[in-house]
C-alpha cells in the first residue's frame, strides 16, 4: 500500500507555544488529507479535511484559528497547534487520499502531543 | 450521525487461541465497514472490509469479521493468534465506499500471551 509519513511521532512541549506536525505522502499525490486527534481511552475523530491549494474544513467543536492547517503540496500537509495548552495533549493522526486510482485513505503512523 | 462502539479496550489471550474483537455500530444510512490494525509506532493499516455482497470478509493473515446487519455489528475473529498479532485494532464506518470519511471506535488492544 501507499506510505504517509507523519513527523514528529511524538513532541512534548510547554503550554503556550506552537507545535506543527507534518504529514507527507511519500509515494503518492494526496489531493486529500484529513486529521484525526485520540484522546487517551477515547475514538479517533476527525478534526478537519484538507484539499491541496484550499483552506481546510473543520468539524463542528474544533477551532480552526487553534489548529492551522496548510496544505500547500500534493505531498505535504502540516497541523499547526497554535498556544498549545495541556487539555490539548493527544494523539494526532494523518491521512491522505491518492489524486488517481484507489481513493482508500492511508494513514501516518500518528504523533503524540503532550503539552506541559 | 454514526457511531461506532468497541466493546473490549484491552483484550489478553494466549497465543494460539482464538479471539473476538467485537464491533458495534449505529447510523441512520447505510454504511460501509472496515477495520484497521496499528502496531508499535507504526500507522493504520487497512485490514479489511465491507462494502456489499458476501457478509463474511476475509484479510490475508487470517481474520474475518462478519456484517450482521441485524445486530448492527461487525465483529473481528481469528481462530488462532500469533504473538504478532499484538496491535490496536480500530473498527470504522464510512457512508462512502472509498473509506475517507470514516467514524473510528476507540480501538481494542489485543494482546498475545506466549
Known amino acids: 500500500g501507499a506510505v504517509v509519513s507523519q513527523h514528529p511521532s511524538w513532541v512534548i512541549c510547554k503550554s503556550g507555544t506552537s507545535v506543527k506536525i507534518e504529514c507527507r505522502s511519500l509515494?503518492?499525490?494526496?489531493?486529500?488529507m484529513f486529521w484525526y486527534r485520540q484522546f487517551p481511552k477515547q475514538s479517533l475523530m476527525l478534526m478537519a479535511t484538507?484539499?491541496?491549494?484550499?483552506?481546510?474544513?473543520?468539524e463542528q467543536g474544533v477551532e480552526k484559528d487553534k489548529f492551522l492547517i496548510n496544505h500547500a503540496s500534493l505531498t505535504l500537509s502540516t497541523l499547526t497547534v497554535t498556544s498549545a495548552h495541556p487539555e490539548d495533549s493527544s494523539f494526532y493522526i494523518c491521512s491522505g487520499i491518492p489524486h488517481l486510482g484507489n481513493t482508500e485513505a492511508f494513514f501516518g503512523q500518528g504523533t503524540r502531543l503532550t503539552v506541559v | 450521525a454514526q457511531s461506532v462502539t468497541q466493546l473490549d479496550s484491552q483484550v489478553p489471550v494466549f497465543e494460539e487461541a482464538p479471539v473476538e474483537l467485537r464491533c458495534n455500530y449505529s447510523?441512520?444510512?447505510?454504511?460501509?465497514l472496515f477495520w484497521y490494525v496499528q502496531y508499535p509506532n507504526q500507522g493504520l493499516q487497512l485490514l479489511l472490509k465491507?462494502?456489499?455482497?458476501?457478509?463474511l470478509v476475509e484479510s490475508i493473515n487470517g481474520f474475518e469479521a462478519e456484517f450482521n446487519k441485524s445486530q448492527t455489528s461487525f465483529h473481528l475473529r481469528k481462530p488462532s493468534v500469533h504473538i504478532s498479532d499484538t496491535a490496536e485494532y480500530f473498527c470504522a464506518v464510512s457512508e462512502n465506499n472509498a473509506g475517507n470519511m470514516l467514524t473510528f471506535g476507540g480501538g481494542t488492544r489485543l494482546m498475545v500471551k506466549p
Open positions: 509515494d503518492f499525490q494526496a489531493t486529500t
Open positions: 484538507s484539499n491541496e491549494g484550499s483552506k481546510a474544513t473543520y
Open positions: 447510523s441512520s444510512v447505510s454504511v460501509y
Open positions: 465491507y462494502l456489499s455482497g458476501s457478509t
